[in-house]
DNA sequence: TCTGGGGTCCTAGGACCC
DNA sequence: TCTGGGGTCCTAGGACCC
């Protein structure tokens, strides 16, 4: 017998984190439309209130919304990730003081397990929210609801109805009903587009109308995930608390170029960039690789240029997390993919990456009965770490990568500084 | 001129085995 | 002329998330 949960669960969301990250550093970013541009200043990631009154969509592409955001007066940000992860953590950390169980979600939503507090659990939710704006300046938003799926959706609640003061709980049923049929179906987390065109196809165009449809139903309109969605709409909770985060089972370090990617050199000098970075991320945590995959393609927004893609992987034995067995079996692979014309030019790639699967913990590695022979060992890794480390990051890089980055680099042109993280960057007052 | 990056999970279908 | 069935594993691709 599946029986609704009871326990309550939090999910609190930072409100337009990014902008309200830059916000907490320049004062004068208040009140205005402000966005914060996806790597390569592409698109638009995040917008302040005033940019999504002004009809600034989620992933709108810088090009297409110049006028409107000249016509507004707009101010547009490259991302600076340094600052938001370590923003993050300060959220995070605040956290602790409210519950002894929490998952941290995503850069700027962790889910807060409220069991136990009864009928204070909205003062505590308060509580939680004026402590991260004390402790960090960043607003927020609670919801609280017997499930993630339900949490997700009355935090949604709590960011658009001023009604509910920034915590709406939705434990109690005729509120959560009153909500759940106000609410569209496409907004629910984990109805995307093409669910939801979907579900609007069976009539059901509320949040209401999709707890209310069979399970079996949803299994029919899309698979065993919907019809698990339909139950959490239910109150019956089958997405569980990770309050240990699962091991990961891969890691990627993807690009696009500044400028399209002619030649086979570049290409490999961005290649081995990537696979530098990936090497990076695994030993900080600890983790060893058994498959590389590089991939790069062709811009695909311009179907009337030539239009060439290619994905290679290679087999890692022994596992490795070494920079340069990667960038080696990085460049092996792109060869293998490389199509040039026969002056030696390519297609022009705009987007290259390295991703690396069959990630395990160092330790796990299991023995081979006739290791080769690594010259390159560990410690090199360790000196290039703390020489990059000391002395800021890619100081020292592989001849591959080399200096010169020109030809393929990421545009970042409007970064603010690193205010958190470096001491060369701290904000200046002065009186 | 200019369209992000890093993840997870699920399914279908092919290869392979006995 | 007739040519199985059931299981597992792997991979590619789709959908979704922030």
Known sequence: MIVPSDKPIALIDCNNFYVSCERVFDPRLHGIPVIVLSNNDGCAVARSDESKAIGIRMGDPVFKIRDLMKRHGVVALSSNYTLYGDMSRRVVDTLHDFSPRFEVYSIDETFVDLSGFGSRMEAHATAMRAAVRRATGIPTCVGIAPTKTLSKLANYAA?????????????????????????????????????EAKLIAQGITT????????????RKVGTVVLERLVAELRGVACIDFEDVPPQRKGMAVTRSAGTPMMTFDVLAQALSAHATRAAEKLRQHGLVAGTITVFFHTNKHKPERPQHSASRSVRLSPMSNNTFELVEAAIAAARRGWKGDPSGNGCGYTKAGVVLDDLIPQEDV??????????????????????????????????????????????????????????????????
Not at 178 to 184: G, N, T
Not at 188 to 193: N, Q
Not at 207 to 218: F, K, N, T
Not at 407 to 424: G, Q
């Open 207 to 218: 949040a209401a109308q999709l707890r209310d449809m069979p399970l079996a139903l949803g």
């Open 366 to 431: 299991p023995a081979m009965l006739f290791p080769p022979e690594r010259p390159r060992n560990a410690k090199v890794m360790d000196a290039l770490d703390a020489i990059n480390d000391r002395f800021g990051k890619k100081k020292m890089v592989t001849a591959r990568e080399g200096f010169d980055k020109k030809a393929w680099t990421t545009k970042a042109d409007m970064r603010s500084p690193r205010y958190t993280t470096r001491i060369t960057e701290l904000p200046v007052i002065r009186i």
């Open 159 to 195: 960011k658009k109805n001023p009604i509910f003061g920034g915590v709406c709980n939705l434990m109690r049923d005729d509120v959560r009903d009153y909500v759940m049929q106000r609410i569209p179906v496409g907004e629910i987390w984990g109805v995307g587009r093409a669910t």
